[in-house]
């Protein structure tokens, strides 16, 4: 797992901003974090996607506590009231994203609006479907950083992810 931490380090310094296709993100951050138990009510201006990759704890938004554990997938999304809580430790992955509308479609815009009211935030996922062998792959690519078309490989894997990510809950 410590190739996640690299990988994570690389990506925060190379993907901040991803677009094709008619659709443009800025990438807040990108994180990996092996121990997280517990956080403050928080809000972000952006979306935030969460994946456990193991562990066991609660997901809490507004008035609602969700249980997450391995291969739960929950997303935050701007402007809403969440915590994490854990006794014993999340390993995560989460990645904070915002459309950049003005280098993005209509449908793109709508489609991230149908986003922001989604009513099922919590999902579990297989660990082999695509969202989450996207995120290991773009994880482990980026801490392989002697290929010759790193950052187009990155770059493109990055992109995917995300609408992958969108894909899931939309």
């Not at 677009?19 to 935030?48: A, D, I």
């Not at 996607?49 to 507004?62: A, H, K, L, M, N």
């Not at 690519?141 to 493109?156: G, P, T």
Request: some cysteine; charged content about 20%.
């Amino acid at each position: 797992m410590d190739n996640f931490v690299s990988g994570k380090i690389t990506l925060n310094e190379y993907i901040q901003c991803t677009g094709s296709n008619g659709v443009s993100f800025y990438v807040h951050y990108w994180g990996v974090m092996p121990e997280h138990y517990n956080n403050l009510p928080h809000k972000h201006s952006f979306f935030e996607v969460c994946y456990v990759v193991e562990g066991e704890g609660t997901y809490i938004e507004q008035e609602c506590t969700y249980q997450i554990k391995e291969n739960t997938m929950f997303l935050s999304r701007p402007d809403v009231l969440h915590q994490i809580k854990s006794d014993t430790g999340l390993f995560l992955l989460y990645v904070g994203f915002e459309l950049v509308e003005s280098e993005s479609t209509e449908k793109w815009i709508t489609i991230i609006e149908e986003a922001k009211q989604c009513s099922e935030v919590v999902i579990d996922v297989k660990d082999d479907t695509a969202a989450p062998l996207m995120w290991k792959s773009l994880l482990i690519q980026a801490a392989n950083s002697e290929s010759a078309l790193f950052e187009e490989i990155l770059s493109n894997l990055a992109h995917s992810l995300i609408l992958s990510l969108i894909q899931t809950f939309v």
